[in-house]
């Protein structure tokens, strides 16, 4: 086995995409988890995906999974990469890859949970 584990996209010969969580846990701002990377083409970022609420198998197999749903036709793929206890966030880091033309295009996105406050009993 490789020290990482990707998933990857084919592209035009000199395009690539390539998605990947480290093997060994690390702690980052006090939090346990796995340290990322993502790269499109001359992009190329690093991300932290916590492991409170998912496995490192859990991130691999959602990213595998988007990814053959984006080749199979569907006209995204939504890559969470930190999944944490709603309790303690009202965000889900992500990164969208979708296909222009013949090419794959990655952007950054924030999905922002909504909640509802409970409203005070009415007084008569």
């Not at 995204?76 to 309790?87: E, Q």
């Not at 966030?89 to 794959?104: L, T």
Request: hydrophobic residues 40%; charged residues 20%; positive net charge.
């Amino acid at each position: 086995m490789t020290s990482t584990y990707a998933v990857g996209l084919k592209m035009s010969k000199n395009r690539k995409f390539n998605i990947s969580l480290s093997p060994h846990k690390t702690i980052y701002l006090g939090e346990p988890g796995w340290c990322g990377r993502i790269s499109c083409n001359e992009l190329e970022e690093s991300f932290f995906s916590p492991s409170g609420c998912w496995s490192r198998l859990d991130y691999l197999v959602h990213w595998k999974t988007q990814l053959e749903n984006l080749l199979a036709g569907q006209s995204f793929a939504k890559l969470i990469i930190s999944w944490r206890d709603f309790k303690d966030s009202n965000f889900i880091p992500a990164w969208i890859v979708f296909k222009v033309e013949q090419e794959f295009a990655l952007r950054n996105k924030y999905f922002f949970l909504i909640t509802k406050e409970p409203q005070p009993s009415r007084i008569s």
